[in-house]
T-cell receptor, first 114, second 111 residues
Framework: SAVISQKPSRDICQRGTSLTIQCQVD?????MFWYRQQPGQSLTLIAT?????????ESGFVIDKFPISRPNLTFSTLTVSNMSPEDSSIYLC???????????FGPGTRLTVT | QKEVEQDPGPLSVPEGAIVSLNCTYS??????FMWYRQYSRKGPELLMY????GNKEDGRFTAQVDKSSKYISLFIRDSQPSDSATYLC???????????FGGGTRVLVKP
Protein backbone atom coordinates (compact mmCIF):
# COMPACT_ATOMS: atom_id res chain seq x y z
CA SER A 1 0.00 0.00 0.00
CA ALA A 2 1.06 3.63 0.40
CA VAL A 3 1.16 6.14 3.23
CA ILE A 4 -0.90 9.17 2.27
CA SER A 5 -1.06 12.43 4.17
CA GLN A 6 -3.31 15.42 3.60
CA LYS A 7 -3.05 19.01 4.82
CA PRO A 8 -4.96 20.60 6.36
CA SER A 9 -6.93 17.91 8.17
CA ARG A 10 -9.78 20.36 8.65
CA ASP A 11 -10.61 24.00 8.11
CA ILE A 12 -13.42 26.47 8.52
CA CYS A 13 -13.54 29.07 5.75
CA GLN A 14 -15.68 32.05 4.81
CA ARG A 15 -17.73 32.04 1.64
CA GLY A 16 -16.03 33.58 -1.35
CA THR A 17 -12.53 32.52 -0.27
CA SER A 18 -10.37 29.66 -1.61
CA LEU A 19 -8.62 26.77 0.11
CA THR A 20 -5.78 24.64 -1.23
CA ILE A 21 -5.53 21.06 0.02
CA GLN A 22 -2.27 19.14 -0.26
CA CYS A 23 -1.81 15.40 -0.76
CA GLN A 24 1.60 13.79 -0.19
CA VAL A 25 2.43 10.11 -0.77
CA ASP A 26 5.47 8.31 0.60
CA UNK A 27 6.22 6.52 -2.69
CA UNK A 28 5.75 7.07 -6.39
CA UNK A 29 2.25 6.27 -7.59
CA UNK A 30 0.74 5.71 -11.00
CA UNK A 31 -2.54 7.50 -10.46
CA MET A 32 -3.82 10.18 -8.08
CA PHE A 33 -7.45 11.16 -7.66
CA TRP A 34 -9.55 13.67 -5.75
CA TYR A 35 -12.94 12.72 -4.30
CA ARG A 36 -15.63 14.61 -2.44
CA GLN A 37 -17.79 13.14 0.30
CA GLN A 38 -20.70 15.40 1.22
CA PRO A 39 -22.27 15.04 4.67
CA GLY A 40 -23.93 11.66 5.05
CA GLN A 41 -23.17 10.76 1.44
CA SER A 42 -20.84 8.43 -0.39
CA LEU A 43 -17.78 9.36 -2.40
CA THR A 44 -17.90 11.16 -5.73
CA LEU A 45 -14.88 11.45 -8.03
CA ILE A 46 -13.94 15.05 -8.80
CA ALA A 47 -10.98 14.50 -11.10
CA THR A 48 -7.90 12.49 -11.97
CA UNK A 49 -4.69 14.40 -11.27
CA UNK A 50 -2.33 13.86 -14.19
CA UNK A 51 1.39 14.34 -13.67
CA UNK A 52 2.70 17.14 -15.83
CA UNK A 53 -0.59 17.88 -17.59
CA UNK A 54 -4.08 19.18 -16.93
CA UNK A 55 -6.36 17.15 -14.69
CA UNK A 56 -9.25 15.13 -16.12
CA UNK A 57 -12.53 16.28 -14.59
CA GLU A 58 -15.72 14.28 -14.10
CA SER A 59 -19.09 15.54 -15.24
CA GLY A 60 -20.29 18.34 -13.00
CA PHE A 61 -16.81 19.48 -11.91
CA VAL A 62 -14.84 22.21 -13.67
CA ILE A 63 -11.27 23.45 -13.54
CA ASP A 64 -12.21 27.00 -12.59
CA LYS A 65 -13.88 25.76 -9.43
CA PHE A 66 -11.48 22.92 -8.56
CA PRO A 67 -8.03 23.64 -10.03
CA ILE A 68 -5.64 20.73 -9.51
CA SER A 69 -1.89 20.49 -9.75
CA ARG A 70 0.37 17.46 -9.80
CA PRO A 71 3.98 18.58 -10.22
CA ASN A 72 5.51 15.15 -9.56
CA LEU A 73 4.68 11.49 -8.86
CA THR A 74 4.15 11.89 -5.10
CA PHE A 75 2.34 15.22 -4.64
CA SER A 76 -0.89 16.90 -5.70
CA THR A 77 -3.02 19.87 -4.67
CA LEU A 78 -6.72 20.56 -4.99
CA THR A 79 -8.02 24.11 -4.65
CA VAL A 80 -11.65 24.78 -3.82
CA SER A 81 -12.30 28.25 -5.26
CA ASN A 82 -14.88 30.90 -4.44
CA MET A 83 -16.38 28.69 -1.78
CA SER A 84 -20.04 28.52 -0.80
CA PRO A 85 -21.68 26.56 2.04
CA GLU A 86 -22.54 23.84 -0.51
CA ASP A 87 -18.81 23.09 -0.75
CA SER A 88 -18.78 21.91 2.86
CA SER A 89 -17.56 18.33 2.50
CA ILE A 90 -14.73 15.95 3.15
CA TYR A 91 -12.18 16.06 0.35
CA LEU A 92 -10.17 12.88 -0.14
CA CYS A 93 -7.04 12.13 -2.09
CA UNK A 94 -6.57 8.59 -3.38
CA UNK A 95 -3.73 6.81 -5.15
CA UNK A 96 -2.95 3.68 -7.12
CA UNK A 97 0.62 2.66 -6.23
CA UNK A 98 2.94 1.73 -9.07
CA UNK A 99 2.58 -1.92 -10.05
CA UNK A 100 -0.74 -2.33 -8.24
CA UNK A 101 -4.43 -2.08 -9.11
CA UNK A 102 -5.81 -1.29 -5.66
CA UNK A 103 -6.78 2.28 -4.78
CA UNK A 104 -5.94 3.69 -1.36
CA PHE A 105 -7.32 6.79 0.33
CA GLY A 106 -5.85 9.52 2.44
CA PRO A 107 -7.33 10.62 5.79
CA GLY A 108 -9.36 13.41 4.19
CA THR A 109 -9.75 17.15 4.70
CA ARG A 110 -12.93 18.24 6.44
CA LEU A 111 -14.03 21.60 5.05
CA THR A 112 -16.76 23.76 6.52
CA VAL A 113 -17.79 26.92 4.68
CA THR A 114 -19.67 29.56 6.64
CA GLN B 1 -31.59 4.84 -10.41
CA LYS B 2 -28.08 4.71 -8.97
CA GLU B 3 -25.48 2.50 -10.61
CA VAL B 4 -24.62 0.90 -7.27
CA GLU B 5 -27.23 0.35 -4.56
CA GLN B 6 -26.42 -0.33 -0.93
CA ASP B 7 -28.73 -0.45 2.08
CA PRO B 8 -27.76 2.46 4.37
CA GLY B 9 -28.64 0.58 7.56
CA PRO B 10 -27.89 0.97 10.38
CA LEU B 11 -27.23 -2.73 10.84
CA SER B 12 -26.99 -3.62 14.52
CA VAL B 13 -25.61 -7.02 15.61
CA PRO B 14 -24.39 -8.53 18.90
CA GLU B 15 -20.69 -9.15 19.34
CA GLY B 16 -19.63 -12.47 17.84
CA ALA B 17 -22.38 -12.54 15.21
CA ILE B 18 -21.83 -12.68 11.46
CA VAL B 19 -22.28 -9.37 9.67
CA SER B 20 -23.69 -9.69 6.17
CA LEU B 21 -23.43 -6.76 3.77
CA ASN B 22 -24.33 -6.53 0.12
CA CYS B 23 -24.52 -4.30 -2.94
CA THR B 24 -26.32 -4.58 -6.23
CA TYR B 25 -25.26 -2.87 -9.42
CA SER B 26 -26.62 -2.26 -12.88
CA UNK B 27 -23.50 -1.84 -15.06
CA UNK B 28 -22.39 -5.22 -16.42
CA UNK B 29 -19.04 -3.68 -17.42
CA UNK B 30 -17.86 -3.60 -13.80
CA UNK B 31 -15.04 -6.12 -13.37
CA UNK B 32 -13.23 -5.16 -10.15
CA PHE B 33 -15.02 -5.07 -6.81
CA MET B 34 -13.86 -3.60 -3.51
CA TRP B 35 -15.00 -3.17 0.04
CA TYR B 36 -13.82 -0.26 2.14
CA ARG B 37 -14.30 0.39 5.85
CA GLN B 38 -14.66 3.97 7.01
CA TYR B 39 -14.55 4.99 10.63
CA SER B 40 -16.10 8.29 11.62
CA ARG B 41 -13.92 11.24 10.60
CA LYS B 42 -11.41 8.98 8.81
CA GLY B 43 -10.62 8.10 5.20
CA PRO B 44 -11.85 4.81 3.67
CA GLU B 45 -9.63 1.79 4.36
CA LEU B 46 -9.41 -0.95 1.72
CA LEU B 47 -10.57 -4.30 3.12
CA MET B 48 -11.10 -6.56 0.13
CA TYR B 49 -10.30 -6.39 -3.58
CA UNK B 50 -11.66 -8.98 -5.99
CA UNK B 51 -11.74 -9.50 -9.71
CA UNK B 52 -14.76 -10.94 -11.53
CA UNK B 53 -16.94 -13.64 -9.93
CA GLY B 54 -16.00 -15.87 -7.02
CA ASN B 55 -15.07 -15.80 -3.36
CA LYS B 56 -12.11 -14.34 -1.52
CA GLU B 57 -11.29 -14.84 2.13
CA ASP B 58 -8.97 -12.79 4.33
CA GLY B 59 -9.04 -13.54 8.03
CA ARG B 60 -12.53 -12.83 9.35
CA PHE B 61 -13.63 -11.27 6.05
CA THR B 62 -15.13 -13.04 3.04
CA ALA B 63 -16.06 -11.27 -0.17
CA GLN B 64 -18.35 -12.83 -2.75
CA VAL B 65 -19.07 -11.66 -6.27
CA ASP B 66 -21.92 -12.97 -8.42
CA LYS B 67 -21.68 -11.19 -11.75
CA SER B 68 -24.62 -13.07 -13.24
CA SER B 69 -26.86 -11.53 -10.58
CA LYS B 70 -24.91 -8.26 -10.36
CA TYR B 71 -24.61 -8.79 -6.62
CA ILE B 72 -21.66 -8.61 -4.25
CA SER B 73 -21.42 -9.47 -0.56
CA LEU B 74 -19.09 -9.03 2.38
CA PHE B 75 -19.28 -11.27 5.43
CA ILE B 76 -17.57 -10.48 8.73
CA ARG B 77 -17.25 -13.45 11.08
CA ASP B 78 -16.90 -13.20 14.85
CA SER B 79 -17.75 -9.50 14.75
CA GLN B 80 -16.15 -7.19 17.29
CA PRO B 81 -17.17 -3.75 18.58
CA SER B 82 -14.15 -2.42 16.68
CA ASP B 83 -15.89 -3.48 13.46
CA SER B 84 -18.47 -0.74 14.06
CA ALA B 85 -18.04 1.55 11.04
CA THR B 86 -19.52 2.40 7.66
CA TYR B 87 -18.79 -0.15 4.95
CA LEU B 88 -18.63 1.04 1.36
CA CYS B 89 -18.70 -1.14 -1.71
CA UNK B 90 -16.95 0.15 -4.81
CA UNK B 91 -16.43 -1.16 -8.30
CA UNK B 92 -14.79 -0.24 -11.57
CA UNK B 93 -14.55 -1.32 -15.15
CA UNK B 94 -11.58 -3.17 -16.62
CA UNK B 95 -10.18 -0.04 -18.25
CA UNK B 96 -9.40 3.03 -16.15
CA UNK B 97 -9.40 3.52 -12.41
CA UNK B 98 -12.63 5.41 -11.77
CA UNK B 99 -14.42 3.89 -8.79
CA UNK B 100 -18.19 3.97 -8.44
CA PHE B 101 -19.27 3.73 -4.81
CA GLY B 102 -22.37 2.50 -3.07
CA GLY B 103 -23.91 4.77 -0.46
CA GLY B 104 -22.41 2.83 2.45
CA THR B 105 -23.94 0.70 5.23
CA ARG B 106 -23.48 1.76 8.82
CA VAL B 107 -22.72 -1.22 11.08
CA LEU B 108 -22.94 -1.25 14.87
CA VAL B 109 -21.57 -4.23 16.79
CA LYS B 110 -22.87 -4.21 20.36
CA PRO B 111 -20.75 -5.70 23.17
Amino acid sequence: SAVISQKPSRDICQRGTSLTIQCQVDSQVTMMFWYRQQPGQSLTLIATANQGSEATYESGFVIDKFPISRPNLTFSTLTVSNMSPEDSSIYLCSVVPSGMNEQYFGPGTRLTVT
Amino acid sequence: QKEVEQDPGPLSVPEGAIVSLNCTYSNSAFQYFMWYRQYSRKGPELLMYTYSSGNKEDGRFTAQVDKSSKYISLFIRDSQPSDSATYLCAMRQAAGNKLTFGGGTRVLVKP
